[in-house]
T-cell receptor, first 114, second 112 residues
Framework: ETGVTQSPTHLIKTRGQQVTLRCSSQ?????VSWYQQALGQGPQFIFQ???????GRGNFPPRFSGLQFPNYSSELNVNALELDDSALYLC?????????????FGSGTRLTVV | GENVEQHPSTLSVQEGDSAVIKCTYS??????FPWYKQELGKGPQLIID?????GEKKDQRIAVTLNKTAKHFSLHITETQPEDSAVYFC???????????FGTGTKLQVIP
């Protein structure tokens, strides 16, 4: 059973640019959630994807968008990057529709905006 | 929406002592409360969880208690070891989908 893998592990972008982060969910999981974790803070919910559709969204602007593919992998896209977008971006997979609510997190992508 | 508060923000204990981390939540509809351990450079790892129909759960040296009336829950680690040093997050699940709201984290240091 493979865990959640995220790529890339580290990324440096310039303010105003666009970025795409990728996530492969754990085998058997059909739901992917994305979180932003600023330094010294708890993860903040960005959005969740289930059956290739957004299934809930946190308090993030529309320039944060995502996709889920038929194999349940997912992408997070951020347009018009701002300095405050610098953070660890975490992907978590889970199995919707069961009593097993446990998330499995990836190790994250560290994004630095300069 | 749900709001989860966690304290203390830092905690230092001697090896072998117990550690307790406390959290409160605001949404009475929340029904699932996981605890995560995050080591440096890694994603959070689920260490124990509790559902709203249970008051206490134990797994070896780790236990969690839940008081639904007061809307608070706690993590107890007994016989702490240096490898327990990490940041611990409490969380609560609410909403019609699996949205998990995290606390602000507790940095636990176990001193050998």
């Amino acid at each position: 059973e493979t865990g959640v893998t995220q790529s890339p592990t580290h990324l440096i972008k310039t303010r105003g640019q666009q970025v795409t982060l990728r996530c492969s969910s754990q085998s058997g999981h059909n739901t992917v959630s994305w979180y932003q974790q600023a330094l010294g803070q708890g993860p903040q919910f960005i959005f969740q994807y289930y059956r290739e559709e957004e299934n809930g969204r946190g308090n993030f602007p529309p320039r944060f968008s995502g996709l889920q593919f038929p194999n349940y992998s997912s992408e997070l896209n951020v347009n018009a990057l701002e300095l405050d977008d610098s953070a660890l971006y975490l992907c978590a997979s889970s199995l919707e529709g069961t009593l097993n609510y446990g998330y499995t997190f990836g190790s994250g992508t560290r994004l630095t905006v300069v | 929406g749900e709001n989860v508060e966690q304290h203390p923000s830092t905690l230092s204990v001697q090896e072998g002592d117990s550690a307790v981390i406390k959290c409160t939540y605001s949404d009475s509809a929340s029904n699932y409360f996981p605890w995560y351990k995050q080591e440096l450079g890694k994603g959070p790892q689920l260490i124990i969880d509790i559902r709203s129909n249970v008051g206490e759960k134990k797994d070896q040296r780790i236990a969690v208690t839940l008081n639904k009336t007061a809307k608070h829950f706690s993590l107890h680690i007994t016989e702490t070891q240096p490898e327990d040093s990490a940041v611990y997050f409490c969380a609560a699940l609410s909403g019609g989908y699996q949205k998990v709201t995290f606390g602000t984290g507790t940095k636990l240091q176990v001193i050998p």
